[in-house]
């Protein structure tokens, strides 16, 4: 793939998060962190959003996976 098929970063966590539950059906009930929905979720070490760095050097601190940590940094 080259430079013209690039997605923003925004772009490609919505495919993978409240787009791809869309996509199913299921966006009233996954895809985006609301109350009384479900979600699995990472905490990294940036905001991913803001900084300029790669995607493969901001670290994943802690992963929340059906409500118990199942990784810690």
């Known amino acids: 793939m ?3 098929q690039k997605i923003t970063r925004l772009s490609a ?5 409240i ?3 869309w996509q199913v059906f299921k966006d009233g009930k996954r895809g985006s962190i ?3 929905k479900l979600a699995d979720l990472v905490i990294l070490s940036e905001n991913p ?3 300029s760095k790669s995607l493969n050097d901001i ?3 802690q ?3 059906r ?3 199942a990784y810690q940094a």
């Open 34 to 36: 609301e109350n009384g």
């Open 49 to 51: 959003l803001e900084t």
């Open 19 to 21: 787009d791809a539950a």
């Open 67 to 69: 409500g118990t940590i």
């Open 63 to 65: 992963t929340i996976r």
């Open 13 to 17: 966590f919505r495919a993978m998060t």
């Open 59 to 61: 670290r994943v601190m």
């Open 2 to 4: 080259g430079e013209a």
